[in-house]
């Protein structure tokens, strides 16, 4: 059955597919709701994340991440004002009903939103608002699974509190000496730094975004998706001491992630000039991609 153009496939609707998922997950209310309201296994939405699963977990594999950042952090591939990028990334048309779905601008500004109303320094804002820019890698022609989805360490044990975990039997790391022991190629508490995570837009933005943000921006920005530590503790052997203080950060951002979409959509003319002020401040003129 295997199809040898599989490693192409993006099988979900759209990237707010896996969001969704996420969201189900892990609702607001706790897992109490998750059971009554979302526990619905047989459509076709849970299946196209499913397969997304498959395919992440078979071929994020240490190999494929030093390939990815040999190509993706040469940032040869564009360069354009910041506000533009943010359009660029808007591009990413989507297949599901454009009633219900906010497009990439507006889950942005929604989150960024969100944290400024409850008075968070300015640069956290700004970090709610840019968060997901590395999600043009679709737009380069990255598969979805290298694009989005939970993050984790490779050159080492897959953690069974991964979504899916079962998936990862096909990953070839898992027969590999050097990467399919608890530590692999890493050292007890070596240190977040020191790891390499899966690809996607989160390590991706996180590298574009490295000399200008403070410090918990840029936790913020490169662990967002790395739910089985934030929410399940998994990788506890691997964090510094100083990860787990800033790791406060990450647990900070989420909840603005996940849980600031509302129906009402934001106006982007009104909080553009606002934005363009905060992207002047701490970023520079251009950004490469
Ligand atoms: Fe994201
Ligand atoms: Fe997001």
Sequence with gaps: MENINEKDHSPLANLDVWEDDVLQRYPEEGP?????????????ERDSVREFYRLNHKYQTYDNVLAKKANFLKFDKKEMPWWQAMEYLNTLVDDSDPDISLDQLQHLLQTAEAIRADGHPDW???????????????LFGEPQWNVVGDTFPVGCAFSDKIVYPEFFAA???????????????????????????SWGHDEYLY????????????Y??????????????????????HDQEMFKWVDKFN????????PKPPVVSELKPYYEDLIAKYLPATVKL
């Design 32 to 44: 109490a709701k998750k059971k009554e309201e979302f526990r619905n296994y047989d459509s076709p």
């Design 171 to 197: 990953n070839p790391d898992i027969h590999d000496e050097r990467f399919n022991t608890k530590y692999g190629v890493y050292s007890h508490q070596c240190g977040l730094d020191k790891v390499n995570m």
């Design 124 to 138: 956290f804002v700004l970090t709610g608002f840019i968060h997901d820019l590395g999600k043009v890698l679709c």
């Design 255 to 262: 909840p603005y992630d996940l849980y600031s979409k509302s």
């Design 220 to 241: 913020m920005i490169r662990y967002h998706s790395f739910y089985s530590q934030h929410r399940e503790h998994a990788y506890d052997h691997l964090l510094s001491a």
């Design 207 to 218: 590298q574009i975004t490295k000399d200008y943000l403070p410090e918990p921006a840029l």
